[in-house]
């Protein structure tokens, strides 16, 4: 891998710590509440998918990963997800 991905991937990981941290500290309970509808809504997503998914050959197991890349991400996260199941695995 080139380096300059290594340090692309650092900086886009940075930005997204800062961006979280300062929607913690503007408002705590507004990012606890987004955080919960993101849990309900993608752990919801990712269930739909794990049913439909079957029949297009998309398969995106449920474990403690997929649920935290769901709560946090939501449902463009279970569609990451599943494209990365389809064309890259």
């Known amino acids: 891998m080139p380096s300059w991905?290594?340090?692309?991937a650092i900086i886009i990981g940075l930005s997204a710590v800062i961006w979280v941290l300062?929607?913690?500290?503007?408002s705590p309970l507004g990012f606890l509440s987004a955080l919960l509808r993101n849990l309900?809504?993608?752990c919801a997503a990712l269930l739909a998918l794990d049913y439909v998914?079957?029949?297009?050959?998309?398969h995106v197991p449920?474990?403690?990963?997929?649920?935290?890349?769901?709560s946090v991400l939501?449902?463009?996260g279970v569609a990451a997800m599943a494209v990365i199941d389809k064309w890259i695995i």
Request: hydrophobic share 50%; proline share 3%.
């Open 5 to 8: 991905y290594a340090v692309a």
């Open 22 to 26: 300062r929607m913690i500290a503007r």
């Open 40 to 42: 309900f809504v993608g």
């Open 53 to 58: 998914g079957k029949s297009f050959g998309i």
């Open 62 to 70: 449920l474990n403690g990963y997929t649920a935290g890349v769901a």
């Open 74 to 76: 939501g449902v463009p």
